[in-house]
Nanobody, 116 residues
Framework: VQLQASGGGLVQAGGSLRLSCAASGRTFSSYDMGWFRQTPGKAREFVAVINWSDGSTYYGDSVKGRFTISRDNAKNTVYLQMNNLKPEDTAVYYC??????????WGQGTQVTVSS
């Protein structure tokens, strides 16, 4: 599966953005889909994941209660709704997919910048 992330941009603190990740390929519905983020000089950080079979979700501690991951298998798309954004959420956001334990499919990233 190939992934294309979009929806990033510049937003003020307290604002919202919705990221999208469009997937090509017929096996999208069999993939767990996750979002990660990275800033220069820092390790990549896990943001959220949604399970392929039951839709269960899991979030990183820094985004719990503010971000929501969802998926539409009919549209081969996964979303990340980000509310109450903070300057520390500024990063390049990547979507990724996995069938097994490791994420082996990655999108190209979309920049999110939150101004204070």
């Amino acid at each position: 599966v190939q992934l294309q992330a979009s929806g990033g941009g510049l937003v003020q603190a307290g604002g919202s953005l919705r990221l999208s990740c469009a997937a090509s390929g017929r096996t999208f519905s069999s993939y767990d889909m996750g979002w990660f983020r990275q800033t220069p000089g820092k390790a990549r950080e896990f943001v959220a994941v949604i399970n392929w079979s039951d839709g269960s979700t899991y979030y990183g501690d820094s985004v719990k209660g503010r971000f929501t991951i969802s998926r539409d298998n009919a549209k081969n798309t996964v979303y990340l709704q980000m509310n109450n954004l903070k300057p520390e959420d500024t990063a390049v956001y990547y979507c990724a997919g996995r069938v097994g334990y490791e994420y082996d499919q990655w999108g190209q990233g979309t920049q999110v910048t939150v101004s204070s």
